[in-house]
């Protein structure tokens, strides 16, 4: 039986936020993007996550670029940090006493 990609709903962007889906955003403008709705993030998170294709770009003249319709669609599908938390609360050298 093959595995079926289950659809995750991206709720709605605020009326404030002008998404769009051309890739006009470099990486300083992605962080700039994201540090504008209060999500701080570094240039190597975003390269991170781009390298893992778990967040999309596009190549345009040599460079990453990023369409702010999906930074908003993977900063909304992003579990908690609690939820990734919860992994690590016992494993040797992040024990806190």
Avoid: Q
């Avoid at 669609?73 to 938390?85: D, H, K």
Wanted: charged share 25%; aromatic share 8%.
């Amino acid at each position: 039986m093959a595995r079926v990609a289950i659809p995750v709903r991206v709720p709605d962007p605020p009326a404030h936020l002008d998404v769009s889906p051309v890739p006009d955003k470099t990486i300083a403008d992605a962080i700039a993007w994201y540090a504008g709705i209060g999500v701080p993030v570094s240039e190597r998170w975003i390269k991170t996550v781009t390298d893992r294709r778990e967040l999309s770009c596009r190549i345009v003249a040599g460079r990453r670029m990023y369409s702010t319709e999906e930074l908003w669609r993977f900063i909304v599908t992003r579990p908690t940090r609690t939820a990734g938390a919860a992994r690590y609360k016992n494993t040797k050298g992040n024990r806190t006493a």
